[in-house]
């Protein structure tokens, strides 16, 4: 190795200093004993990926009422946080939501931009690849969309389609698969030392939810029109999308960029939950709102008037 090479990366070290000095707000929403909880309850963090053996709803779940209220405090919490993430113009935040079809990939996203200013957050959703998309890497189209300083993006479906589409097509080979995930972790740690947070989620929903979901749908008309031939495939081919999925969340769940998996089959506690691990992220992530600009700073401008004088 050169004397070259041994010279540290500044950015890098910085990034890293800045994680040892933070601290969870002191008015945290998602205090530390909770966090911890929602960590062991949902983070995948070296476990085993078995999805049949990761819940898809509890049984012990707060009632309607009281969900709606804790997603109101969570949503108007969220648009504090995004907003000073934004102001503060120095962090990033990658939010990748995936799950197989009808597991409310776009309607947790909803939940979560419901209440947030459209300059704080923004969705880009990523459909099957086009012509020019498909003639490059897969993960040529999403590049260009990760955040820069300052900003926030959710990802709905991602560069992971790259991976698991392919696998369910049977068409490729171990090494193969072995190498994409490669080039996804070496993406995402690339993200990670060039400051971004990426926060993956997968929603995990049960074959028998699935299956009632896609049911409703086919006989609603102003909704059937979503179903296709892709919709129809996953709902008869279950298990292989879950086997695929369960290989790629175990290989790609890093220390940098970890997987959270979050029961699907009830909307509100979904929604919830993802709020949840939203805002336990930003609250860890050390935001502050920054100095104002020092010549704004020391006008006169800002001093009340006195009584009886002339506005």
């Not at 086009?130 to 897969?138: C, G, I, R």
């Not at 080979?173 to 996804?184: D, K």
């Not at 709902?235 to 940098?256: I, R």
Request: charged fraction near 30%.
């Amino acid at each position: 190795m050169t004397k070259a090479d041994n010279k540290p990366d500044t950015k890098v070290t910085k990034r890293k200093e800045t994680k040892r000095s933070e601290k969870v707000l002191p008015d945290a929403l998602v205090p530390e004993s909770q966090w911890e909880i929602l960590g062991q309850a949902c983070m995948v963090n070296g476990k085993a990926v078995r999805l049949r053996q990761w819940p898809t709803r509890y049984g012990d779940m707060p009632s309607k009422e009281d969900m709606h209220e804790r997603v109101d405090q969570l949503s108007e919490r969220l648009n504090h946080l995004l907003t000073c993430l934004y102001a503060q113009g120095e962090h990033k935040l990658l939010v990748i939501l995936q799950g197989m079809d009808t597991a409310g990939k776009d309607g947790a996203a909803r939940a979560i931009m419901r209440s947030v200013h459209p300059m704080a957050l923004r969705m880009v959703s990523f459909k099957e690849p086009s012509e020019q998309e498909a003639a490059h890497d897969f993960l040529w189209r999403v590049h260009p969309h990760v955040p820069g300083a300052g900003q926030s993006v959710i990802f709905n479906r991602s560069h992971y389609d790259g991976i698991i589409m392919p696998i369910i097509q049977d068409n490729v080979s171990s090494n193969w698969i072995e190498e994409r995930i490669r080039q996804a972790n070496d993406f995402e740690r690339l993200l990670v030392e060039t400051g971004t947070t990426v926060l993956k989620i997968f929603l995990n929903i049960s074959r028998e939810e699935q299956h009632q979901r896609m049911i409703e749908r086919w006989e609603t008309p102003d909704k059937r029109w979503k179903l296709t031939e892709k919709d129809l495939h996953c709902g008869e081919n279950y298990s292989m999308y879950a086997n695929a999925y369960e290989q790629v969340l175990e290989k790609t769940c890093t220390k940098q960029a970890p997987w959270w998996i979050i029961p699907a089959d009830h909307k509100g506690f979904r929604n919830m939950l993802v709020a949840e691990i939203l805002v336990g992220t930003l609250e860890r992530m050390g935001l502050a709102w920054p100095e104002p600009d020092p010549v704004v700073a020391k006008s006169e401008f800002w001093k009340k008037p006195s009584t009886g004088q002339a506005t």
